[in-house]
């Protein structure tokens, strides 16, 4: 019952996480004056999974920071 619900959490939190690296990509291409189009599939797949690397990077470091906080917080 937990893997179950475990599997659930990790597909919607990475169903998110391509989402958003989508619409960044096609920012990063828009203010290079790029078109989807232009690229090859593998080009923006390219592209997608490097903006998926950047935004669990900064997750990751939202979450040290938090946990940071709230341990320093705790002592006062």
Do not use: C, W
């Amino acid at each position: 019952m937990m893997t179950k619900a475990k599997d659930t959490l990790l597909a919607k939190y990475r169903t998110r996480i391509r989402e958003h690296a989508i619409v960044n990509a096609k920012k990063q291409l828009a203010l290079r004056g790029i078109t989807p189009g232009e690229l090859e599939p593998d080009e923006l797949e390219i592209l997608v999974y490097d903006e998926e690397v950047k935004l669990r990077g900064k997750l990751k470091n939202y979450s040290l920071a938090a946990l940071i906080t709230a341990l320093t917080l705790g002592h006062f």
